[in-house]
């Protein structure tokens, strides 16, 4: 009786192990689509922080400073790669269909997970924003690589749309992930939106922008 029951199990565990398997072969492109959106998620948010403690001097604690920068640099070329991955393999997804035009052209497309913010429907303006967020990082990185000791105002300048990439970017998870369209997910992802803005606030407040004169 024992034998049989272990057969059973074993049977059952392998039959369910060859559907993962299936699952997994048929829709790894949104797998991986999924896992690139959450660390480059992951990053833009490690890349604000530690900008942010640069600037108020916070990270000067741990870091010094050329180990500071260094991080910085490092997280946003890990960034930069996360969201390539990202839009390339929207390309090859089987479930949800993406033209070239599409991932590289705001408000082309009309893709939503059918969600809401504040009871606005997001509907396509989630995918712009986030081709927008893209261009955003691009041109915030690659000023940054080429500009920030030979042009440092323009440098400068160019670095405030990190914080429209921010806002972008919570819209656009909220608008198009399948993940956090409800549930705790969603409840996690607009509580870091929240601490963001917080820390936002904290360095415009230490720029001298929010302050009366």
């Known amino acids: 009786m024992v034998g049989v029951m272990h057969g059973l199990v ?18 790894w492109q949104w797998y991986v689509i999924r896992a690139s959106g959450f660390t480059a998620a992951g990053l833009l948010f490690a890349l604000m922080v530690s900008g942010i403690g640069q600037v108020t001097g916070l990270m000067y604690r741990f870091l010094e400073p050329i180990k500071a920068w260094a991080l ?3 997280l946003a ?3 930069c790669g996360a969201i390539a991955v990202h839009a390339l393999l929207l390309l090859f997804d089987h479930f949800v ?9 705001p408000f082309v497309s009309r893709y939503s997970n059918h969600t809401a913010l504040f009871g606005f429907g997001l509907g396509g303006i989630a995918v712009a924003l986030g ?11 690659l000023s940054s690589l ?10 400068r300048l160019l670095h405030y749309t990190s ?25 996690i992802w607009i509580a870091i939106g929240a601490v963001l803005l917080l820390a936002i606030i904290s360095r415009l407040w230490r720029a001298g922008t929010l302050r009366k004169d």
């Open 72 to 74: 910085h640099k490092a």
């Open 10 to 27: 074993s049977g059952f565990a392998s039959s369910e192990a060859q559907i993962a398997a299936a699952r997994a072969a048929a829709s």
């Open 163 to 187: 914080y429209f990439v921010m806002v972008a970017v919570f819209v656009h998870a909220l608008g198009v992930g399948s993940d956090l369209k409800y549930g705790t997910f969603r409840i």
């Open 146 to 155: 080429g500009w920030i000791e030979t042009k440092k105002g323009a440098w």
């Open 77 to 79: 070329i890990a960034l």
């Open 97 to 105: 269909r993406f033209s070239p035009v599409q991932v590289l052209v």
């Open 131 to 141: 081709i927008l967020a893209a261009y955003g990082v691009a041109i915030v990185v």
